[in-house]
Every structure is written in structure tokens, then in C-alpha cells.
């Protein structure tokens, strides 16, 4: 751990974090969710709507002119963070089920005929599960699933046998929101175009773990959320490379994203603004910058190497309980713990935990199919972020003890 990694001072950039819940200290273990936010990011909201609001594109007065900047600086600040080769490369949206619909429904919808095939993994938020289904609904495609291991690994041979001629699009998760598996997005990109496919990465719990390079990667579309990166709800990025975006027709029509319009027909912008219909969310375009530069200040591999050693420190310390079960135990993973807890169910868990002030999710996380390979309806979930302690881990630990008591396992 470098000296920069000062956790005390870190905590005290998220007020939350000092809050009291039920009379305890907050322990907020939900980050797969959502995450809490800097003051930074606080601030910059603030200062944007007390002393700089104004619609982007459109006035030539000195507030819209200044607006319009900073949206499209952010713009540029977004592609340096993931490493796109071109700041139009970067489009936004409201969020990673934003950008995986606005990727069906523009590139899928004129790419895919009868018989073809998308393929997902067993591992999928519902987001990049459902709007595939409609898609091939709609145009009488396959949809075919890559299974995984009984410790939650991608088993990429499967994946092997299941490409072929007919895949048009494959669609995985950079890592998994229910169990943290981390996919090899690398590997299964490369194999994807050597059969003629697309790769959409569904990155909602890669950025905010993991140093993210598109370029290295070579996936062709790129989704995450602002709101999981410690910035806003309502924004989200979609990158997507140049040639692809401008081979797409508009997902929305409206202000903005045209070029000329007459009621003889209408021409549409380049990318990215062709996506970007209506006035955007230009506060979230702001925070989420903010968001991205305090990352940035933390440092992305420390953020890693720090969540790995508590990630280890959570993983031992739990499997010292007696009937926990952890569900999901890939060799690779971000730092989501997914448990069972004898037969007590996963929400009467949850509600003592929260008793404790520990914040944790009790469902099936938007994931049902991977919940249904482990033929269980539901696990509890503590995701963790780099702002999480030891400490913290240990508070769960004893609660978690408690429920056992209370239960009587
Ligand atoms: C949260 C999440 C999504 C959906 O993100 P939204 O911000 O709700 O649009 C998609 N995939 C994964 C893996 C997620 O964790």
C-alpha cells in the first residue's frame, strides 16, 4: 500500500460514512447498489445549480458558452478514464441499462436476422439479459448462455463451443454484480472477433474496482453508471468505437442530436451528440467528473490492491462462521461477498443486520438466473468499496453471530 492510501482521511471525504444509523456507526456494505459520494462531488453539484446552471449547445451568453465547455471537458475526462481513443468515442446516458438498451436497439435491431445468435453468461445483471431477449424476440434470434462453474466461474471452453458463425453480439459483464466473479472480457473479445462477432461489456462493477482500458480490452461497446462510481444517479456512459457509432441510427429523436430538420426529412448529428437527444443531465455530466478526478486522486491500482487485501481479510473471516455458506468463490473477483446463513432466511438476515447498522443487499440482486444455478432464491450481499475497513468487516462478523443466536443455527 503506498503512503497516499490514508484510509482515515478518505472516510472523511464521504460525510455519510459518519453517520449514525439505529444508534450505531453506519456500516454501509451496499456499494454494489450503489456508492456513497465525496464532498467533492457534492460540491461540484452544488456550485453547478447555485452558480453556473445553464442548457448546453444553445445560447450564445456566457453561462451556456462556459456550460457547454465544461459538459464537453468532462467528456474528454471520461475517455481518458477508460482510455478511449477519441472523446466522441464517449456518449452519455443515464446509466449502464441505458447504454445496453441504446446498444440493441441501434446497432442490434439493423445487425440481427433470423436465426442468429447473442451470447450471455449465466453471470448477468437482468440489464444485460432482457433487452437481448426482446431483441431476439423481435427478430427470431437465439439467445444463448454461457454457463459457469460451481464456484462461479465463466467457463470459457463452453463459451468456445458456443460461438460460431451465426453470433452477431456477445454480451457479458465486466464482473459480476452478484458474486464478483471477474470475466475475461480480454480473451472472450478476442475469440468474439475472430468469429465475426461484437463485444458489448457491461462494466457497471468493473470501473469502480478495476483499472479499465477499452483500447486494451478491444470490446466494441463499453457501459457503466456514474452513480457505482461514487458520482451521481441518472448518468452513465456508453462508450462504443468510432466506426461502429457512426454506422448507427439515433435510439431517441428530439432536440440536439440533429443536423438540419425539415418535413422533408431530417439529418442526424455525428456521434456522440446523435445519441444524445434532449436537454442532457448536465449536473450528472459535472459530478460525474468530479467523481472520476477523486478516483484518479486515490489512484486506481491502489484502490484494487487495497479492496483485495479486505476482500481476503472478508473471505476468511466469514468462512469462520459456523452455516455460512459463501456463494461464488471464483479465483477472481472484485470485492462482493455473496452468503447464505444456514437455512435463515437471506431478509431476516438483513433486518438484523440493519439493527446493527450494517447495510447490506438481501435479494436476488438482478440476477436470477445466477441465483437459480445455486438453486437459491436469494443470498445476502456485501459489496465493498475502498472506503471499507477491517473494522467493519469485524462488526459484520459479530452480527452475524448474533443472527445465529437469534435464529438458533
Ligand atoms: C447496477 C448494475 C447494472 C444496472 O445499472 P443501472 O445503474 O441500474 O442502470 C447493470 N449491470 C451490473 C453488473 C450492475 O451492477
Not at 33 to 62: D, S
Not at 163 to 188: C, D, Y
Amino acid at each position: 500500500m503506498t503512503a497516499s492510501f490514508d484510509i482515515a482521511k478518505i472516510r472523511r471525504d464521504f460525510p455519510v460514512l459518519g453517520e449514525k444509523i439505529r444508534g450505531k456507526d453506519l456500516v454501509y456494505f451496499d456499494n454494489g447498489a450503489t456508492t456513497q459520494k465525496p464532498l467533492t462531488v457534492i460540491y461540484a453539484l452544488q456550485r453547478y445549480y447555485a452558480r453556473e446552471n445553464a442548457n448546453i449547445h444553445r445560447g450564445v451568453h456566457f453561462l451556456s458558452q462556459q456550460a457547454t465547455f465544461a459538459y464537453e471537458r468532462s467528456r474528454g475526462r471520461v475517455g481518458q478514464f477508460i482510455n478511449a481513443r477519441e472523446s466522441s468515442e464517449i456518449v452519455f446516458v443515464r446509466g449502464t441499462t441505458e447504454a445496453l438498451n441504446l446498444v440493441a436497439h441501434s446497432y442490434g435491431r439493423p445487425q440481427l436476422g433470423p436465426d442468429d445468435e447473442i451470447i450471455v453468461s449465466q453471470l448477468e445483471h437482468h440489464s444485460n439479459i432482457v433487452p437481448w431477449q426482446m431483441l431476439c424476440e423481435e427478430k427470431g434470434a437465439r439467445l444463448r448462455v454461457v454457463p459457469i462453474s460451481d464456484t462461479g466461474e465463466f467457463l470459457f471452453d463452453e463459451y468456445e463451443r458456443l460461438l460460431s458463425e451465426r453470433t452477431r453480439i456477445v454480451a457479458v459483464a465486466h464482473a459480476s454484480n452478484a458474486l464478483g466473479t471477474i470475466l475475461p472480457v480480454k480473451e472472450i473479445t478476442a475469440l468474439a472477433h475472430q468469429h465475426g462477432a461484437i463485444v458489448v461489456v457491461d462494466g457497471a462493477q468493473g470501473v469502480p474496482h478495476l483499472p479499465v482500458d477499452v483500447q486494451d480490452l478491444d470490446c466494441d461497446f463499453y457501459a457503466f453508471s456514474g452513480h457505482k462510481l461514487f458520482g451521481p444517479t441518472g448518468i452513465g456512459v456508453l462508450y462504443g468505437k468510432q466506426a461502429l457509432l457512426h454506422a448507427m441510427p439515433p435510439y431517441e429523436g428530439g432536440g440536439s442530436m440533429i443536423e438540419k430538420v425539415s418535413f422533408d426529412g431530417t439529418t442526424y448529428a455525428p456521434p456522440p451528440t446523435r445519441f444524445e437527444a434532449g436537454t442532457p443531465h448536465i449536473a450528472g455530466v459535472t459530478g460525474l467528473e468530479t467523481a472520476i478526478d477523486y478516483v484518479n486522486s486515490v489512484g486506481k491500482e491502489q484502490i484494487a490492491a487495497y479492496e483485495a487485501d479486505l476482500l481476503a481479510y472478508a473471505d476468511a473471516a466469514l468462512s469462520e462462521i459456523p452455516g455460512l455458506r459463501l456463494i461464488g468463490t471464483a479465483r477472481e473477483r472484485v470485492a462482493v461477498i455473496s452468503f447464505t446463513l444456514g437455512d435463515i432466511h437471506p431478509h431476516d438476515i438483513g433486518t438484523v443486520l440493519d439493527a446493527e447498522g450494517i447495510a447490506v443487499r438481501a435479494g436476488h440482486h438482478c440476477a436470477q438466473p445466477t441465483m437459480q444455478f445455486y438453486q437459491v432464491p436469494a443470498t445476502v450481499r456485501a459489496s465493498l468499496a475502498f472506503y471499507n475497513t477491517r473494522a467493519e468487516i469485524d462488526a459484520l462478523v459479530a452480527a452475524l453471530h448474533k443472527v445465529n443466536k437469534v435464529f438458533g443455527g
